[in-house]
């Protein structure tokens, strides 16, 4: 079985067993070949997306792109205060505090509208960062409020290389920031092109130290 008939199998056996399913996606490479997936499986799964107010310029239109060529149910996740508000009672805290601001910009808005869900299916894949190295196809995560809901990876073992012939077999485009050197693509002030070629994610972020935003560090993945 190849990795896309072992994934197709991954999905299937989770929808199977699951009442309300979600998929985060950021757009990247790897959420598109995933989304592709899972909307041959169950066409009106929602997609959530994390609208920090933050984001290119570029996955913005990729994404509106995607929606109007492939028809998904997108969920824009959003704050509890705007970019502006933010700004005005704290400054820039991409800059001063970036643990902050991911916290409130993605890992709140996120955990809060997962609540409503028993299975997330995510993009991840154990080569986009040494905190994902050990990453499993299915895991099991808790909300801070005790919520549990299976968490399904089954682009697990992927490589971005087969990522984009996936893509190419598929006639999807992909988000044009690639092209201009980006490999790990988040909010547009902490995304930079690569420090280590063989560290996707070494452009976030660059200097403070953080490889992940806080959103897929919690429960059993601490």
């Given at each position: ?33 995933m ?5 041959g ?13 933050y984001?290119f310029?570029?996955?913005?239109a ?35 505090d ?37 990453l499993?196809?299915?895991?099991e ?22 990522v ?5 077999v ?10 201009q ?23 976030r ?18």
């Amino acid at each position: 079985m190849d990795k896309v008939e072992a994934a197709k199998a991954i999905i299937q056996e989770a929808l199977a067993g699951s009442q309300a399913p979600c998929f985060t996606c950021s757009f990247q490479a790897e959420d598109v070949a995933m989304l592709h997936l899972l909307l041959g499986e169950r066409p009106d799964v929602p997609v959530l997306f994390l609208d920090t107010g933050y984001h290119f310029p570029e996955v913005y239109a990729y994404r509106d792109e995607l929606r109007e060529r492939l028809g998904f149910r997108l969920v824009n996740l959003t704050p509890n205060l705007s970019r502006e508000e933010q700004e005005k009672l704290y400054g820039k805290l991409y800059e001063t505090d970036p643990a902050r601001c991911c916290q409130m910009r993605k890992v709140e808005p996120l955990f809060q509208a997962l609540e409503g869900y028993d299975t997330w299916f995510t993009g991840l894949r154990r080569e986009q960062s040494p905190t994902r190295a050990n990453l499993k196809p299915l895991e099991e995560a808790i909300l801070p409020s005790g919520h549990r809901l299976r968490k399904v990876s089954p682009l697990y073992d992927w490589t971005l290389k087969e990522v984009f012939a996936y893509l190419a077999v598929a006639d999807l485009p992909y988000l044009p920031l690639y092209d201009q050197g980006y490999l790990s693509i988040g909010c547009a002030p902490c995304t930079a092109k690569p420090l280590d070629p063989k560290d996707p994610r070494s452009g976030r972020w660059a200097g403070k130290g953080k490889l992940e935003c806080g959103i897929h560090l919690h429960g059993k993945e601490e």
